[in-house]
């Protein structure tokens, strides 16, 4: 019998793993949707955090048909956080093996702690891939972990949509929040859409007391204030060898290509290629360094703009209270009418030193920093004291034929 319009519908089914007991030397194998939600179900049905216990993803695996779970709500992230009294984490170690998870979807625009994992400490999160997801959430949102805590993750990715409806902050493509966490060889691609929350970041919307390390992100990222184009809000924490490439807009302050505000915390390495668009305390590279914090050895290729505020510039909108920034560049043209300038829109109390922004490119504005001519930007000479000595860890580069970064600096 033909059923003319029948549009079937999944449920959901928990389905234990066949093969392993969970130890490190026979994980628990997820070769299938089923198995991952049985995984789910576990921790948050049961409240069963799998501490010391070992999972291994054999399978690439089709989410697509989560789109009509829980009559539309989507993958029940694993793992949850409701109050002090209600909550629970995985807290196990799950190895993707460099397998797919595609077309993830979920869409609990009231939710907090959303994502592939909603909650995830003492845990080990290694070679995950999320593509194409499709993920609305309340806050403390990301496409691979919602909050991270006290958990490594490595060589993981997130590619897709990722939008929230402004209740609460802490949104970013990987993790929303991370704290006390290493996290290494990753990234995200896709758009960010905070829709007015605040910490939101094209990797991680919050950052805090963790060390990121060799890691990029790339698209549309837009939100409201401490928005960046990697980490919206970074504190007490190091960056090293990170990069992004996109737009990053936010409708209030502290905004920045990669960085929404750093504080306390150091940057090295590391660089932005990106369109930044703010209303005050907005830069190429970070709206805001503060509190004792350090860049060094970084630089951003784009532009800054605002109709509107105080302190734009190509690479720190405001750099204040006892930070440095040290052997950096910028070549951005900066549209501002208040606080501006081709490097930092504001200097208090701290210090810049050898450090340049393209002056043919942003003619006006402050004089902080030195200004070079696009021929002297181009020309080794001009950056006397930087590390151009091969062999040593982020090493400065240049190409002089203009082929490579059309000739200016660049980091290897």
């Not at 009559?71 to 793992?79: A, V």
């Not at 807290?91 to 460099?98: E, F, K, L, Q």
């Not at 070679?127 to 958990?151: D, K, M, R």
């Not at 549309?220 to 204030?225: E, H, R």
Request: aromatic share 10%; charged share 15%.
């Amino acid at each position: 019998m033909l059923l003319i319009g029948f549009t079937p519908t999944f449920a959901q089914t928990a389905v234990a793993p066949t093969v392993g007991d969970g130890t490190k030397t026979n994980p628990y194998q997820i070769a299938s949707l089923e198995n991952l939600y049985w995984l789910a179900d576990k921790v948050n049905n049961s409240k069963e955090t799998f501490s010391g216990k070992y999972f291994k993803q054999t399978k690439n695996i089709s989410a697509l048909e989560t789109s009509d779970w829980f009559d539309g709500n989507g993958w029940q992230p694993i793992g949850y956080f409701k109050n002090s009294d209600d909550s629970v984490s995985f807290s196990g170690t799950y190895d993707g093996a460099d397998k797919k998870i595609d077309g993830l979807y979920i869409n609990r625009p009231k939710k907090f702690y959303v994502g592939l994992f909603g909650y995830t400490k003492n845990a080990s999160i290694a070679n995950v891939a999320v593509t194409n997801v499709s993920i609305t959430g309340g806050g403390i949102l990301g496409g691979l972990v919602g909050s991270n805590s006290e958990s490594p993750i490595t060589n993981s990715y997130v590619t897709g949509v990722i939008y929230s409806d402004g209740i609460m902050g802490m949104i970013g493509g990987l993790v929303g929040s991370n704290s006390n966490s290493t996290i290494m060889d990753s990234y995200m691609i896709g758009v960010i859409n905070g829709n007015g929350a605040t910490n939101i970041g094209g990797f991680i919307g919050m950052n805090s007391n963790s060390t990121i390390r060799n890691s990029r992100a790339a698209g549309a990222i837009s939100g409201d204030s401490f928005v960046g184009g990697f980490i919206g809000m970074n504190s007490n924490s190091t960056i090293t060898n990170c990069c992004t490439n996109g737009v990053t807009h936010g409708n209030g302050l502290f905004v920045g290509g990669l960085v929404g505000m750093n504080s306390s915390s150091t940057i090295t390495n590391s660089c932005a290629r990106v369109s930044v668009n703010g209303n005050g305390s907005t830069g190429g590279f970070t709206g805001s360094n503060s509190d004792g914090s350090t860049i060094a050895n970084c630089y951003v290729i784009g532009s800054v703009n605002s109709d509107n505020g105080f302190y734009f510039g190509g690479l720190a909108g405001l750099n204040t209270d006892l930070s440095s920034i040290k052997n950096c560049y910028a070549v951005a043209k900066v549209t501002a009418t208040f606080s501006f300038g081709g490097l930092v829109g504001e200097n208090n109390n701290s210090t810049v030193s050898a450090s340049f922004w393209d002056k043919t490119v942003q003619g006006t504005g402050n004089k902080i920093g030195e200004g070079k001519t696009s021929i002297e930007m181009k020309q080794k000479s001009t950056y006397t004291g930087w590390d151009f000595v091969r062999g040593k860890d982020g090493f400065w580069d240049i190409d002089e034929t203009k082929l490579k970064n059309n000739g200016y600096p660049y980091l290897e």
